[in-house]
Structures are given as C-alpha cells and as structure tokens.
C-alpha cells in the first residue's frame, strides 16, 4: 500500500487563488520531506527540501514567498502556492525518507497532484 | 551533458517480449533508483541499488559501479508494464535525488 499520501490529487481554481497541497508519510517517520514539480514531457525538478522542525531549502530560481513549505511534523508537510497563475500549472509530487531505517531504504513518492490554474 | 542519461527515450515492444531499459551516470554516487511513473502520475519506487543484481518478480535490475551503468530488464512484458521508467542517482548517503529525462514504454497486447 501506498507510504505517502498526498492530498488533493488534481485542483483547478481561478488565477489569484492559493492552494495547499499537503503530503503524509503514512507507516514512517519522514525526517525529510521533498517537493519536486514536473511539466509535461519532462523529468522531476527538485524545488525544495524539508527537514522537519527547519526551514525548507529552496532551490535555485525557486521563489520561496511563491512556494510555501511548512514540515511542522514527522508525518506531515505542506505546499502552499500563493496567488497562483497560470504558468503555475503543473504536476506536483512530494517524496519522503527517513534518517533513522536502515540505509538501504528507498524514497517514497505520494501519488501527485495536477493543479490547473484558469 | 546530463548527469544521467537514459536509453531509449520511448520503447514500444509486443506483450511477452524481454524488455532491457539503460541508465549511464557520470558521477560518483551512493545508490541508483529505478522508479515506475504510472500515467495518472504517481510514482513507485522498484528497486535501490548501490552493487550487483535484484530481482522483484519479473523485473530484475543490475548496476556495474566501475562502468557507472544500470539496466532494468522486465521479462515476459505485460500491457499493465506501460509506464515510464526513471532511473535517479543519490549523490552521498544524505543527497538529493538526480533524475533522467525516463523511458516510455508501451507493451502492447
């Protein structure tokens, strides 16, 4: 069963609007949370990394008042685009891992979430 | 040059058909991912590897560390095997992942 859960899986609102995306590790402690966007035909971009009870690390070219990221949690971390626009529509996915399993474990990827800004 | 490359970029192939999908790296890395993105988006991992071979039903995947190469091969391929496969390399234990651009693969029945 799926590890991480990310919440909702498709949104579309009007242009001006914010949205949050949340993301869950279900069955695991995600010391790190990672915020990945991804436009059609293209690979994963890393936008962010949260380590929870810290600030997130945006990477370059990523606007950190744009993108909020809240990892107040073990089990829990938030994307929060503000004042969307439409050339914020993409395909969102979160990962997560933890520091304290062994170190052969993988990341774990929610499902996504296609956000549609008019 | 992308750090990660991978062969071919689209893969169409007869149900039953031995399926074999590259990845080349040129950096030194800690573990090597093969994940499964479906077409509604959501992505599972398959296999980490940092040496060898693993097999997990009829997906086997292998790494060779000196060549700094990884193949995924899927034996007896199946419709439900269409998807696109990324392979993603951790650079240290703590890194971040690098992804390739993925392959595309259909099988077709």
């Known amino acids: 069963g799926a590890v991480v859960s990310q919440h909702p899986s498709r949104v579309i609102c009007k242009s001006g609007t914010s949205v949050k995306i949340e993301c869950r590790s279900l069955?695991?402690?995600?010391?790190?949370m990672f915020w990945y966007r991804q436009f059609p035909k293209q690979s994963l971009m890393l936008m962010a990394t949260?380590?929870?009870?810290?600030?997130?690390?945006?990477e370059q070219g990523v606007e950190k008042d744009k993108f909020l990221i809240n990892h107040a949690s073990l089990t829990l971390s938030t994307l929060t685009v503000t004042s969307a626009h439409p050339e914020d529509s993409s395909f969102y996915i979160c990962?997560?891992?933890?520091?304290?399993?062994?170190?052969?474990?993988?990341?774990?990827f929610g499902d996504g979430t296609r956000l549609s800004i008019l | 040059k992308n750090e990660v490359e991978q062969s071919p970029q689209n893969l169409t192939a007869q149900e039953g058909e031995f399926i074999t999908i590259n990845c080349s790296y040129s950096?030194?890395?800690?573990?090597l991912h093969w994940l499964q993105q479906h077409p509604g988006g959501g992505i599972v991992s398959l296999f980490m590897?940092?040496?060898g071979k693993k097999k997990h039903g009829r997906l086997i995947a292998t790494i060779n560390i000196q060549e700094k190469h990884s193949s995924l091969h899927i034996t007896a391929s199946h419709p439900r095997d269409s998807a696109v496969y990324i392979c993603?390399?951790?650079?240290?234990?703590?890194?971040?992942?690098?992804f390739g651009k993925g392959t595309k693969l259909s099988v077709k029945p």
């Open positions: 990962s997560a891992r933890t520091r304290w399993f062994p170190r052969d474990q993988p990341q774990h």
């Open positions: 993603a390399v951790r650079l240290g234990s703590q890194g971040n992942l690098i």
């Open positions: 949260s380590n929870e009870g810290s600030k997130a690390t945006y």
């Open positions: 069955d695991f402690q995600a010391t790190t």
């Open positions: 590897l940092s040496s």
């Open positions: 950096v030194g890395i800690s573990a």
